[in-house]
Structure formats: C-alpha cells, structure tokens
Nanobody
C-alpha cells in the first residue's frame, strides 16, 4: 500500500524557516522522483521542487531558487524541503508527489505523478 505523509507545515513570520517532510512507504523509493507542489487559495497547483532519488539531481521553480533546498534520505524513505527566507507569497498547501523515474518527462506536470500525499499548510505572515 503506497503512502506519502507530508508534515511540517505551520504559521511563521516572513523571513523565517520551515522544514517539510514527506515520509513514504510502499514503493521502491530509490527508483522514484519525489516533488513538492503547492496550491494557494484561488490559484492553480504549481511545482516547487523535485528530486530524482536515482542520482540525487534536484530542480527548483524560479520563485524558490536560492531559498528552498530539497533533499532525500534513502535510509528513511523520506524527502525534505528546507524553506528559508519565507515570504507571504509562499503561503499555500504543500503536497508531495511521487513518480517512477522512467515515467518522468516534464517534472512540473502534476499529471505525471501517480502518488500524492495529503498536503500540509504553510502560512507566512508579513
């Protein structure tokens, strides 16, 4: 049974940091790409960051480049998203998603991810 459990969201002031976790089970973690998407109220879901556990390659949306860091722990089957210098525009529900690396062609296309976590809310106050 595949599970992705996102956690770590909360309310923080602008400029502070949060670390999100995506704990996974039920699939071969090392063969998968894990991505973080976010969706703000009234907005479309957007890709934030992605890591390929096969080789550790990472990708970031321009809006978070230099502020967010994605990492994976193969021993714990968990992916982390370290979010620094948070801005009010980062306020959203953050979701983690997984797809086998062989099925990936466009990392920011949410339709390419077949497994999703339940989301964790991040609120950044000004």
């Amino acid at each position: 049974d595949v599970q992705l459990q996102a956690s770590g969201g909360g309310l923080v002031r602008a400029g502070r940091s949060l670390r999100l976790s995506c704990a996974t089970s039920g699939f071969a973690f090392a063969d998968y790409a894990i991505a973080w998407f976010r969706q703000a109220p009234g907005m479309e879901r957007e890709g934030v960051s992605c890591i390929f556990n096969t080789d550790g390659s990472t990708y970031y949306a321009d809006s978070v480049k230099g502020r967010f860091t994605i990492s994976g722990d193969v021993a714990k089957n968990t992916v982390y998203l370290q979010m620094d210098s948070l801005k009010p525009d980062d306020t959203a529900v953050y979701y983690c998603a997984a797809s086998h690396w062989k099925l990936m062609s466009t990392i920011w296309d949410s339709d390419e991810y077949n497994y999703w976590g339940q989301g964790t809310l991040v609120t950044v106050s000004s």
